[in-house]
């Protein structure tokens, strides 16, 4: 079985003040203060999180 690509997310500026669904966006990414980084798996549900919230993202390959 193929090892699936990952993505490198950082949050870059606080939930503070966000919309309540940008804020479950961020939680659904493991992503849970300001400078903090995950690695996702490149999937259509978290492109679709991180497509939302991509003003608050730093997204590396």
Not at 38 to 51: A, C, K, Q, Y
Request: with cysteine.
């Amino acid at each position: 079985m193929a090892e699936q690509k990952k993505i490198r997310v950082t949050l870059v500026k606080s939930l503070i003040g966000t919309i309540e669904s940008h804020r479950a966006c961020a939680r659904g990414l493991g992503l849970r203060c300001r400078e903090h980084t995950v690695e996702v798996l490149d999937t259509p549900e978290n492109r679709g999180m991180i497509n939302k919230i991509s003003y608050l993202l730093k997204v590396e390959s």
